[in-house]
């Protein structure tokens, strides 16, 4: 164990370590925090924390004196009010932490599957339908708009959505990082005199939202049953099983989602493995 001794004592290597955890730690609650309502207390703390240094620097007691106050009930606070997406995050850590890395899981595959599915589904029985994948371009203004559900995907859950005459069945679903974010969402109806008279108004909104934003968008007919896909502003229509499952892997496949773990994760999982299983496999 001389290398871990060797290792511990060295203090600029150590710090080095600390500093990249707490950046980690940082970004982690940034990217979980974007586009919530998390995200205004982030900025709330940044600040009262600028206004500690400051304070300390130019030697405001008083102002220092509240601030730790502050700081002191305001942790406190924080956890009751923030409960839910507390308890949300430790889960999600606990399921990264723990997972079977020989468990073959790619969401994204699953994700097309049950489009796949689901679309079928509702083209042989004319139920029309609207749905919305985020990629890179964030879509927060439109799932504002929609009836909130945060719901594991499953194509059960899509057909039953667009069942007519439900609550729910009028508008988009808007799909976010592999989560059914939004029900009944309303999309930006395109003002293009180049689309086709015959499509309505589910086709219109596809389109409009295909102009501001690269998301794809999935429609299924409520007169003729046709699945149609848009993306980048390009409307592919009356699509056949083979053009529909061929548009959604080019479109949503993604191999690095396949067992994905974080950079910290994987870093210390190769470490260990490392200094670790390759000593012992050495003697």
């Known amino acids: ?37 998390a995200i205004n207390v982030l900025k709330g703390v940044a ?22 106050q502050v700081i002191s009930w305001g942790v406190v606070g924080t956890m009751i009010v923030f409960q839910p997406e507390l308890r949300k995050a430790l889960e999600s850590l606990g399921r990264n932490l723990f997972r079977n890395r020989r468990t073959p899981d790619n969401p994204s595959q699953d994700l097309i599957d049950d489009l796949i599915v689901s679309a079928n589904y509702m083209s ?3 139920i029309g339908a609207l749905i919305s994948i985020e990629g890179h371009d964030r879509l927060d203004e439109y799932i504002q708009t929609g009836i909130k559900m945060d719901s594991e995907i ?8 667009f069942i007519p005459n439900t609550p729910l069945h009028d508008g988009a679903v808007i799909i976010s990082d592999y989560r059914i ?12 005199d180049q689309i086709p008279k015959e499509l309505g108004t589910r086709h219109r909104a ?11 968008t999935l429609i299924v007919s409520e007169e003729t049953g046709a699945i149609s896909i848009v993306k980048k502003n390009k409307l592919h229509r009356d699509l056949s099983q083979v053009e529909l499952e061929t548009l959604l892997t ?9 067992v994905k773990e974080s950079g910290l994760i994987a870093t210390i999982r190769s470490f260990f493995n490392t200094n670790f299983i390759q000593r012992r496999d050495d003697k």
């Open 47 to 68: 600040i009262i924390i600028l206004a500690k240094f400051a304070s300390s620097v130019l030697q405001l007691q008083t102002i220092d004196w509240l601030l730790d």
């Open 206 to 216: 596809a389109i409009g939202l295909s102009e501001v934003s690269d998301a794809l």
């Open 181 to 192: 974010a939004v029900a009944a969402g309303y999309l930006p109806l395109s003002e293009s």
């Open 154 to 161: 499953s194509s059960q859950l899509l057909i039953n959505i």
């Open 1 to 37: 164990m001389n290398w871990l001794t060797q290792f511990l004592n060295n203090r600029p290597v150590i710090q080095l370590i600390d500093i990249a955890i707490v950046w980690y730690i940082i970004y982690k609650l940034l990217m979980y925090a974007r586009g919530t309502r």
């Open 250 to 258: 080019e479109n949503l496949f993604d191999e690095e989602e396949e």
């Open 124 to 126: 042989k029985r004319k």
